[in-house]
């Protein structure tokens, strides 16, 4: 594959996913090392795969695999408003330690994320979902400090084992939860922190924010 294909379709990922090639991968369903090969010119994409790009993102194919824009197409295409869920990053802070009072929830910015990718990767079809930020250390080596987590608002139940969100008399926490006969017990993947466990007279007491589904740090 030419080099002149290469820049453009690296200019496909810079649009699609601000440039980074792990995050398009995961939103086209590739492995990063496919897509590095193809940004490099040293991988050659299935025609069925620009297919999909064109199908799910609109990319404008004549252009991609030439260089000449077809008539009334987009160079690289983004998804419309409407297949995108904004996300917005509250002004708050989720303890992974001993809890964080939460005095403000201003928004801070707004992430998008395609529904697509949500639904594929993430298994998520709620358009509930707000971003905080961890402090602390006991969710390690799962949740570090500092981490961005993806919190779907709308799943209060714990229905099976997963990391939430839960509203504590400290604050806001990130812990791991599971659900038995109505008694949650709190768990903190860091075996220096103490585990407890919430009786059902004092759920409401304690309520699940809502599930964590995805985590962004910065490497």
Known sequence: MSTAFSRRFQLVVDQLAQG???????????????IYKICRGISRPSMAYLQELYEEYKVDLTWLLTGEQSAG?????TPSNQDLIFAPMFDVQASA??????????????????????SRQLNVSSEQLVFVTISGDSMLPTLHDGDRVLV?????????????LLQSEDGLMAKRLSDKQGELSVV???????????LPANREA??????????????
Request: contains cysteine; glycine residues 8%; aromatic residues 12%.
């Open 20 to 34: 980074n090639k792990k995050h398009f991968a995961e939103l086209t369903g590739k492995s990063a090392s496919h």
């Open 73 to 77: 197409n987009q160079v690289a295409g």
């Open 97 to 118: 330690g001993l809890g964080n009072e939460v005095v403000a929830e201003d928004v801070e910015d707004y992430f998008a994320f395609n529904k697509s990718f949500l």
């Open 152 to 164: 779907d608002m709308s799943q209060k139940a714990v229905s099976h084992e997963g990391l939430y």
């Open 188 to 198: 903190s993947d860091n075996p220096e922190y103490d585990n407890w466990k919430i």
């Open 206 to 219: 304690n309520p699940v924010a809502g599930k964590i589904v995805w985590c962004a740090r910065t490497i």
